[in-house]
C-alpha cells in the first residue's frame, strides 16, 4: 500500500535558519532541499518561494523596539541571549512596570541599555517586589522611587533577600535611622557589599586613628564616604593631606567632605596656589567655595598683605 506524503509538509520541514557573520542577528530564510521528486511529477502547480518567516518579523519588531528605546540592540543580545527567545510583550511589560513607578521613557531606555538583563525580568516576581521593599521597608515615598532607581539603576537587579535586606539592617544599625534615614539620595548604599565593600571602608577609616563615634559621625554627615574606593580616593587624597598640606587628621574628623573633591582638579591646585603666596586656609574655606570666590578670597588675602606691610 503506496502513502501518499504532503509536498507542503516536506518542503517545510526541510528549511533551515541561515546565520550570517557579518551580523549579530540570525537571518531566518527557509530555502528548500533538493529532492528527486518535483513537484510537476506530484501534478501541484509551482508554489511561490517563502524568503521570509515569522520569526525572522518578529525578530526585527523586537529590535526595532530596542532602537526606538535608545538600547544597543548587539550589547542587549550579548548580555542577554534569553531576548532571542523573549516575545515582544514580555520586553513591554518591563517598560509598563518601570513606567508605573513614574520613571519616564527616556530614562528607561538608558537603565535597560545599562542592564540588558532587565529586558526578560518578570516584573511581577522581580522588579514589583523590589519596588515594594523600597517602599514599605525602606519608607521610600513613592514620588521618589523614581529618583532612586534613576540615581541607582543596579538596585532592580539586586536580590532583595540576599542583597538587599542585609544591608538595609546593617546600615539602620551604624545609625543611619531617624533623621539619618536612608532617603533616595543614599539609597546607592543598599547595593554595596557588607562584608566586602562597606566594612573595609570603615576598617580603614579606623586605621586612621579615628574612634568609631567619629566615623560614625563621618558616615552620616557625607554618607558618600561609603562609596568612595579606597585604593583610588582614601589613600591618595590621606596621604597628600599629610605629607604635603601637613594638615592634622582631626580635621578631617570635622570636614570628611574633603574626601568628595577632586584631588588632581581642585584639592591640589589650591593648595599649591595657598603655599605660593603663603597662605593658609582650613578645608571648609579651601574646598566650599567656587572657582571664582576662591580666587576672589586670594586676592584679597593679597591686598590685605600688602597694606599691612604698608603700615
Not at 532541499?33 to 520569526?55: A, E
Not at 516584573?123 to 521618589?144: A, C, E, K, M
Amino acid at each position: 500500500m503506496l502513502t501518499w506524503k504532503n509536498p507542503l509538509k516536506t518542503l517545510l520541514s526541510s528549511s533551515s535558519i541561515t546565520p550570517n557573520p557579518s551580523s549579530p542577528f540570525p537571518i531566518c530564510s527557509i530555502s528548500p532541499k533538493p529532492t528527486k521528486t518535483s513537484l510537476k511529477s506530484l501534478h501541484l502547480s509551482p508554489q511561490p518561494t517563502i524568503t521570509t518567516t515569522d520569526c525572522g518579523l518578529k525578530f526585527r519588531e523586537k529590535i526595532l523596539y530596542l532602537q526606538a528605546l535608545k538600547i544597543n540592540p548587539t550589547k542587549a543580545l550579548q548580555q542577554n541571549p534569553h531576548l532571542r527567545s523573549a516575545t515582544l510583550d514580555t520586553i513591554k511589560s518591563v517598560e509598563v512596570c518601570l513606567f508605573s513607578m513614574g520613571i519616564e521613557r527616556s530614562a528607561i531606555g538608558r537603565i535597560l541599555d545599562m542592564h540588558p538583563q532587565l529586558l526578560t525580568s518578570d516584573p511581577y516576581t522581580d522588579l514589583y517586589p523590589i519596588f515594594d521593599f523600597l517602599l514599605n521597608d525602606v519608607v521610600i515615598p513613592f514620588h521618589d522611587i523614581r529618583k532612586s532607581i534613576i540615581r541607582c539603576p543596579r538596585i532592580l537587579v539586586c536580590s532583595v533577600e540576599d542583597q538587599l535586606k542585609p544591608t538595609f539592617q546593617f546600615l539602620k544599625e551604624f545609625g543611619f535611622v531617624g533623621q539619618n534615614r536612608i532617603t533616595c539620595q543614599t539609597t546607592v548604599l543598599l547595593v554595596s557589599s557588607v562584608e566586602l565593600t562597606l566594612n573595609p571602608k570603615i576598617d580603614y577609616m579606623l586605621s586612621l586613628g579615628f574612634e568609631r563615634d567619629d566615623v560614625v559621625n563621618m558616615v552620616l554627615r557625607s554618607p558618600g564616604l561609603l562609596t568612595f574606593s579606597i585604593e583610588k580616593n582614601f589613600r591618595p587624597k590621606v596621604e597628600y593631606f599629610l605629607i604635603e598640606m601637613h594638615g592634622d587628621i582631626g580635621e578631617l574628623k570635622k570636614f570628611p567632605q574633603y574626601f568628595s573633591f577632586s584631588l588632581e582638579g581642585k584639592i591640589k591646585p589650591r593648595h599649591r596656589l595657598l603655599v605660593e603666596h603663603g597662605f593658609t586656609l582650613s578645608l571648609s574655606e579651601m574646598l566650599k567655595v567656587s572657582d571664582g570666590e576662591f580666587h576672589a578670597r586670594l586676592i584679597e588675602m593679597r591686598l590685605r598683605l600688602l597694606e599691612d606691610k604698608q603700615l
